[in-house]
């Protein structure tokens, strides 16, 4: 830190949304300047880091040109151009999490196959080159109803991944390249941070519990710390170490997991860098996940994980049936919430669901941070 | 917040050192455009507000200027040009703390005068137009040694404070206006942040205390919650609770005290804005003073001043001897240590005891917060 500080070195993000705005919030109480590689001049990190630059990530040229002049660069979404990270890293560029990690983990294909083959608890799965294929191996007994298919590649946010519970749901398979997974039988849908730097040190963040609307499909809050019985917390936080061991991976790891009803834990899903399921930290933690990303890639000592206080997080998300310019209903009314604690990402434009902001709950007593979460849900809406 | 969000309102604040860059990141959580004038454009808040401009903010000109097209104004540095806000507060601009407020506490004489006359605990004290003047008080057996003597304007981070033991100490008197003070039997020095809102509410942090460094009559460390009686605590809390409701101060406002060894608190001085001793607020308080100052000038609910976790705030002051391009020895080092949040204010060119930045460290257990405080003291260097 002391010559990333006086040396001017330059940090790129791949990605100004709210991960690279809040990544370059954190950035800058060490003085570290960010470079922001993305497409919108208002993007939600324009105007916190160093110097944004606009252009499309996932497109060779652009990503190249940008990461050249640069000392380290990172990414806050997986679906960056793998080709030209290769050929920073190539040229010697320091980027992580490496192009070989983000490969893994951007196609849900060779990441099932990654934490598979590597005996980490997966739920049985088949990849798929079109809807044709699922069907046929569906025909031939070979995968059966329900199950869950998945597109291998830019999914995000819950989109390209569809629950086809019988028949009828059939006609809405993708018909892109895609896996089929077994369903597990939820009971609890958890999230676990893991953080590792250059020289092997690893972190994990107290689990997190993920609550979901059974109509909307959504995730409706989630709290920490998860209500987990403690083996069960230290299962799922030795599965998030032993994952980001095995990657190799610098910087943070979200680990989704499923907890079946036999108290059995499934991995869901990974996502190599800061993530929804981790913002609370900001508040809730001694070290925020932005902050723990920096240390991670900086090979920096990592920071303390521990709790300072429990939370329950919402995202506000854009009302359905409002498309437009945005407006918000109700902020003022929460923050004379005890504890409520805002953050309003800046974008312009509301679409139904749009991730606009989050609301961090701050609560000693979890239960009466749940019913302020659901005061919030209520009172506040994103509309155009 | 829902209407400043959507509506592009300018903040305008004066002054873009560290206390303007912490506003700066505070209300960019909110996504509120902040404006900003100094004078250097390597200012510490220059990269993260919304437009920086450069201009000094004592001339009457610039600041009006400044101001015109804004919709609200504040401070992070009393030393403003008072008449320029004076215009624009008459032209119906918001201007928090009000240019009233900030001429009575820019100038310690009508600091004191305000604060003796309203029957606040405050040492004897008289006024002097010079040297001279302090010197036939003291011949004349008005005034007595030891005393403290404070320039009326301008003083700034223990400048323009000289304690005055013997007679060999006459000759470094100023020269210029001052305040002639009686000494007070310190026992401790404490700081109290509150802040208010247009409507008229008003919170309290708990309060600090701060540890000198004897040798230095330096600000070694402060630790926050103070080790205070509680029935002293809530005076000191009623003290600042009475005096900002008294200013009619819309934001935050620091109030130094003095214990005295009889257990009797006195006033030492204001701030009429975020301070030195609020800086812990930020990782141990819910809301921190920046966040708090943002809520009072725009009038929502104040937030909770409650503790998340017992902390420790050291100053990381340039090293006596060095001076030029800055160098910090020992960042990553103290990293290590838990519970170590560090911030880089980001200016260029260290000197003797200026401030580049400052460290909080979080503790459940505050003397070993104090311990820590220590370590980081012995490593961490800022030099040249």
Request: some cysteine; glycine content about 8%.
């Amino acid at each position: 830190l002391e010559k990333i500080v006086i040396s001017d070195l330059k940090l790129g993000i791949l990605g100004g949304g709210q991960l690279g705005k809040m990544l370059a919030l954190a950035a800058s109480s060490w003085d570290v300047k960010t470079y922001i590689l993305d497409e919108g001049e208002d993007m939600p990190a324009a105007k916190v880091c160093y110097e944004f630059r606009q252009g499309n990530f996932k497109d060779y040229e652009t990503a190249y040109d940008f990461g050249k002049n640069l000392d380290l660069l990172t990414v806050e979404i997986e679906s960056v151009n793998i080709e030209a990270l290769e050929a920073l890293e190539q040229q010697g560029l320091r980027v992580y999490p490496s192009s070989a990690v983000l490969k893994i983990i951007q196609d849900k294909g060779l990441q099932n196959e990654f934490l598979a083959s590597n005996g980490f608890p997966k739920s049985k799965f088949s990849l798929y080159e079109s809807k044709d294929a699922v069907l046929r191996a569906l025909n031939a007994g070979e995968i059966k109803l329900p199950f869950v298919q998945k597109l291998r590649r830019f999914g995000y946010d819950g989109r390209g991944v569809k629950v086809i519970r019988e028949k009828k749901d059939l006609e809405h398979l993708f018909e892109e390249p895609s896996l089929v997974e077994e369903c597990v039988n939820i009971s609890k849908e958890i999230s676990v941070m893991a953080a590792r730097n250059e020289r092997g040190e690893v972190v994990v963040y107290p689990p997190v519990e993920m609550v979901f609307n059974p109509k909307a499909n959504l995730l409706e809050y989630l709290f920490c710390p998860a209500a987990l019985e403690p083996s069960l917390s230290n299962e799922a936080e030795n599965l998030a170490k032993r994952i980001i061991e095995k990657l190799g991976l610098v910087g943070v790891l979200a680990v989704e997991l499923f907890l079946d009803h036999d108290n059995r834990l499934w991995v869901n899903e990974l996502a190599p860098r800061p993530h929804n399921s981790g913002h609370h930290t900001i508040e809730s933690c001694i070290t925020s996940q932005y902050e723990q990303h920096l240390r991670g890639i900086f090979n920096f000592p990592l920071g303390s994980t521990k709790l300072k206080m429990p939370s329950v997080m919402v995202n506000l998300l854009g009302e359905a049936g409002y498309q437009g310019p945005v407006r918000y209903e109700g902020l003022t009314e929460c923050m004379a919430i005890e504890g409520v604690k805002i953050h309003i990402y800046g974008k312009k434009e509301t679409r139904p669901f749009r991730k606009m902001g989050h609301v961090t709950i701050l609560d000693h007593d979890l239960a009466r941070a749940k019913a302020k979460a659901q005061n919030v849900l209520k009172k506040l809406k994103v509309v155009a």
